[in-house]
């Protein structure tokens, strides 16, 4: 069982990027799926997430109105559009799954079940 992240990069202030979880040997269907992010030096933090039938989605406040959280089941894939980049959105960026029934959104969870391997994502200004 996998969790694959990709799509990072090296990108300039104002761009975007599209982060892919995808997952290999596991079904996401069950799974409501998270983003995280660690900056050198800073903890780890949530940045978005959905729900396992894509009916509930959750920002950080600093991200809203600037990403994008998706899933399409049938690729067994989440997406991370990003726009409006910002050099402080720098980071190393990782998904997350947790077999949790779609009733309970995506928020308030702890993601320990799966684990990527994350994606650097680096904003140039």
């Known amino acids: 069982v996998q969790l694959q992240a990709s799509g990072g990069g090296l990108v300039q202030a104002g761009g975007s990027l599209r982060l892919s979880c995808a997952a290999s040997?596991?079904?996401?269907?069950?799974?409501?799926i998270g983003w995280f992010r660690q900056a050198p030096g800073e903890e780890r933090e949530g940045v978005s997430c959905?729900?396992?039938?894509?009916?509930?989605?959750y920002y950080e406040d600093s991200v809203k109105g600037r990403f994008t959280i998706s899933r399409d089941n049938a690729k067994n894939t989440v997406y991370l559009q990003m726009n409006s980049l910002k050099a402080e959105d720098t980071a190393v960026y990782y998904c997350?799954?947790?077999?949790?029934?779609?009733?309970?959104?995506?928020?308030?969870?702890?993601?320990?079940?799966?684990w990527g391997q994350g994606t650097l994502v680096t904003v140039s200004s």
């Open positions: 959905i729900s396992s039938n894509g009916g509930s989605t």
């Open positions: 040997g596991l079904t996401l269907d069950d799974y409501a």
């Open positions: 997350a799954a947790e077999e949790l029934d779609s009733g309970y959104g995506c928020l308030a969870v702890v993601y320990d079940d799966y």
